[in-house]
Structures are given as structure tokens and as C-alpha cells.
């Protein structure tokens, strides 16, 4: 920062001081809230909050850098957040909840980062903000009370707008620019970091990246620039082009597609079963019999979100299996590219407030299990990693996602993406900023995290900061429109 800035910083900040506060607790939980803002909106977060009427439940003050917020009548901290400040913006360097019971009994990490985001929105930024819900939380008139209870004043008037009963449902056409958009947003994320270890990611970059960025020398897409995609939205894109040529999937329609992307030589860090396949094709081998004996990575998996804009049930897996196997023809992939479409397509289907997480989970097990026995994968691979959830789920991210991988063998793609929006089902940018500083298959792994969390919540919940510099994001939002409007009923 400029001297100015740092002598305007210091006559703004509030001390501990300005309120009576208990001792930062020691039992605390790592909180994993990943943030960065520009410095506009930090002078207004270094305010911070000092009560002022009884309503008024939380006292918030900035001891550089550590951000602490005190409930109000306690005096007791629940979260700290350490910020390292740029001449651009402040990030989120660490962060930390209190699990002192005495003062806060809740042990969900996934909700203390919605309430902590949900509090810097409302109280510090005075931006429209969704109160953190969680299955079984109270609706009507007791989630008000709740609210209240929580947070006090309503400060912006619309604060709690989406939360009650009467909130309209999304658009489904804005759930199916959340897909395509959001496909794109994690695969750009994803891009500079692939082929990368998660130490390898902190050593070059100092820590987790949380914007787009420009892959460093020598990398397979150091010709790209910050928020342009690679091979997954160019195929994805293929496939839809395909299907609108048609008004519906036709595998000749995409073979035409991929020869065309195939010969246009602007190829992005494919796969060599994707490219090996689409150069047979362009020989005259027919799609029957083009795609790669024994290829069990992501290719097929990540590309195929389009066709669950248009088709769900049957036809969704009939036509995702055989656009599969043109280019991977083994079962694991064809699994893995099924299973992905239909996880796209439940979500569009499911209300965002009333989406149950563990009811979700054992819905596409049971779905997983009956298409393994059906492709006839003897082994199992995506229902036995799918039954880790639930001990997994109820620990940190980082701890967890070793434990599933975030490899481009297609079951650690589908599944560890799949992994990644679980544990933060309603909170877009966490999810692809997990996902994706996991490294490995980082922009495949955050291209499908990226569709399933735009299925449930919509294009309105990828940040502005990733929409705005995506590389052909009103194409992309075109060409959504355009296949929703052919979904079967």
C-alpha cells in the first residue's frame, strides 16, 4: 500500500478496545474461508462494527491483520481472519472458528463459512446477502426469529429476501447458464495449475490462488491468458454446437464437431485418448469403433454436462454412454461420464433451499451402484469411494480430499469434483478455489465442480470477478439458452 493508504488504513481501524470482549478462545477449528477483495471494499471491511443499539449483535473490529468478530452480548470471538494486503486487494491468508461450546455449539465447517461470508457481506460490505441454511433449519416466521436472533438488525433491506417461503425458485434457464458458465469459470480457474502438486501450487504462488492467473513458463498453457479454458470447454462446446446443429444428439453431428476442433489445431492440453481418437475419426474410422480400448480418464466425463440441459433419464444415459465411448471405450469412463450427467441433471431439478445433502448423496450411490452393475465394472470403484462420503464430509476439505484424489483417472475426477461440491453445496467460489489448489487434474476436476455447482445455484452465483474476464462468456450463455429450449419434457 501507498502511505496514504496506510495512514487512511490506520484512522479507520477499531480496536479491541471499543467494546468489552472476552480473550480469544483457545480451542478453535482451522476454518478453510478462502477470500480475497479489492481494497475498496477492504477500507469499508476495516471498519468493522461497533453495536449501538440492543439489536445490534456483533461487535467487529480489524487488529491488523487479524479481522475479529465478538458476539455482542458475550463478548465472546467465533472467528478470526488474517488478511495479507496487496497495492490490488486483500487476501485471506488463514482464518480460524471458535469451538468453545460454551459460546458457539455449531461444528458445521461448510455453515461457518456461509455465516462468515454471509456477515461480511451484510454487515461490513452492505451487499444483498443469503442467510446460511441448513437441512432442518426452521422456516416462516421461526427462521426469522432465528435470523434475528443470529444477526440482529436487518441492515440491507433485502438481506433476508431469498431465504423465506415466498422467495421465487431460480430460473431454470439461469440453472443452465450456471452450468455451462459455471463448467467454464472452474476449468479457467483450473488451467494454470494443472499438472501441478498442491506444494508445487504454494511455492509458485505463495499460497491458494483465488483469481485467474497466467500459467508460469514451460507449462502446456503458457500460451493462454488469464480466464481463457482449455480442451474441456472446447469439447463441451463441440458437443453442444452438436447437438443444436440437430435439434437433438446425433453421433454424427459430433464427430463433425470434434474433426472440426481436432483440425482448427488450437488444441489445449487434451488427453491422448481424446486426441488419438478424434484423429481416427478424421481418418474415416467410424465413431463405433473410434474410441480407445481400455481409456478410463476424464475426457468424455468432462464435456458432457450440455447434453443434461437437454435430455435427463433414459435418454441421458443412452446418449451420454455412446458419445463416451467415441473416444474412451472402456466401462469406468463410460460410468464416470453417465454419472456426471445425471448428477448435473438431478441438481437442476432440485430446489436450491431445500437441497438435503445426505438424501443427494444416497440418491446417485444408489444410482452409481446400478450403472456399475449394468456397464459391468466388476470392481466398484465409484460406489465404494461414494460410501466414504459421510465420515469425510465431517472433516476439513484438505484433510479429506487426499483420501478421494483429483487425478484425471476418471474415477478421482468425477468423484473428488463430485467431493468438492458436497462439502460446500452452496457456496460456488469455495468450491472451485478447494478443488482446484488440490492441483493434479486441477481445471477437469474444476470444470464438472464447477457444472454441479452452477446446476444448484445458479449462473448468479459465480462471482462477478470470474464472469466478467471468462473468455466467451455471452457465447457461452447464448449457446445455454439455445439447449435449454430443446430440453425434453
Known amino acids: ?199 508445487e501450487i504454494t511455492v509458485r504462488y505463495g499460497g491458494k490462488v483465488t483469481a485467474y492467473i497466467k500459467a508460469t513458463t514451460g507449462h502446456p498453457c503458457e500460451r493462454l491468458s488469464p480466464g481463457q479454458y482449455t480442451d474441456d470447454t472446447q469439447m463441451a462446446l463441440a458437443l453442444a454446437y452438436a447437438i443444436l446443429d440437430k435439434g437433438e444428439f446425433s453421433p454424427h453431428a459430433f464427430k463433425r464437431r470434434l474433426i472440426e476442433w481436432y483440425e482448427c489445431k488450437d488444441h489445449r492440453a487434451p488427453g491422448n485418448a481424446c486426441i488419438e481418437s478424434v484423429r481416427r475419426l478424421d481418418e474415416g474410422v467410424s465413431y463405433k469403433e473410434s474410441g480407445q480400448e481400455g481409456a478410463a480418464g476424464c475426457g468424455s466425463a468432462m464435456r458432457v454436462p450440455p447434453l443434461a440441459l437437454v435430455y435427463h433419464g433414459k435418454d441421458l444415459v443412452r446418449h451420454s454412454h455412446l458419445q463416451s465411448m467415441m473416444t474412451h471405450r472402456d466401462p469406468r469412463a463410460s460410468i464416470g461420464t453417465v454419472l456426471t450427467a445425471q448428477i448435473v441433471s438431478r441438481l437442476m431439478e432440485t430446489e436450491t433451499d431445500s437441497f438435503d445433502r445426505d438424501a443427494f448423496l444416497n440418491e446417485i450411490t444408489r444410482f452409481a451402484v446400478a450403472l456399475e452393475t449394468k456397464l459391468g465394472h466388476r470392481k466398484q470403484e465409484f460406489s465404494e469411494k461414494l460410501a466414504m462420503f459421510p465420515d469425510l464430509l465431517a472433516m476439513p476439505f484438505e484433510e479429506s480430499i487426499v483420501k478421494i484424489g483429483t487425478g484425471g483417472y476418471v474415477v478421482e475426477t468425477v468423484i473428488g469434483a463430485f467431493f468438492g461440491f458436497l462439502h460446500t453445496p452452496h457456496d460456488f467460489e469455495q468450491t472451485i478455489i478447494n478443488v482446484v489448489n488440490e492441483g493434479d487434474d486441477a481445471d477437469s476436476v474444476g470444470a464438472i465442480a464447477g457444472a454441479f455447482s452452477g446446476a444448484l445455484n445458479g449462473m448468479a452465483a459465480i462471482p462477478e470477478r470470474w464472469r466478467s474476464p471468462l473468455e466467451d462468456l455471452e457465447k457461452i450463455i447464448g449457446i445455454a439458452n439455445r439447449l435449454f429450449q430443446l430440453r425434453t419434457p
Open 1 to 199: 500500500m501507498t502511505s496514504d493508504q496506510q495512514k487512511k488504513f490506520r484512522a479507520m481501524t477499531l480496536t479491541g478496545s471499543g467494546w468489552p470482549v472476552l480473550p480469544l478462545p483457545v480451542l478453535r477449528a482451522d476454518l478453510g474461508f478462502v477470500a480475497s477483495y479489492p481494497l475498496d471494499e477492504f477500507e469499508r471491511i476495516w471498519r468493522g462494527v461497533t453495536p449501538e443499539e440492543m439489536e445490534d449483535k456483533w461487535f467487529i473490529y480489524y487488529e491488523p491483520p487479524w479481522l475479529y468478530f465478538h458476539r455482542s452480548w458475550t463478548g465472546a470471538c467465533l472467528f478470526g481472519l488474517k488478511f495479507e494486503i496487496s497495492d490490488t486487494e486483500a487476501t485471506l491468508v488463514d482464518s480460524w472458528v471458535s469451538r468453545d461450546t460454551n459460546y458457539y455449539k455449531q461444528t458445521d465447517l461448510d455453515y461457518d463459512r456461509q455465516y462468515v461470508r454471509f456477515l461480511i457481506d451484510a454487515l461490513l460490505l452492505d451487499k444483498p446477502a443469503t442467510f446460511p441454511v441448513r437441512a432442518g433449519d426452521p422456516t416462516g416466521i421461526d427462521r426469522l426469529a432465528q435470523q434475528h436472533s443470529m444477526v440482529g438488525r436487518v441492515y440491507p433491506g433485502q438481506l433476508f429476501a431469498t431465504t423465506t417461503p415466498s422467495a421465487a425458485p431460480l430460473d431454470p434457464r439461469d440453472r443452465a447458464c450456471g452450468v455451462m458458465v459455471g463448467l467454464a469459470v472452474g476449468d479457467a480457474m483450473g488451467m494454470p495449475l494443472e499438472f501441478l502438486s498442491k506444494q
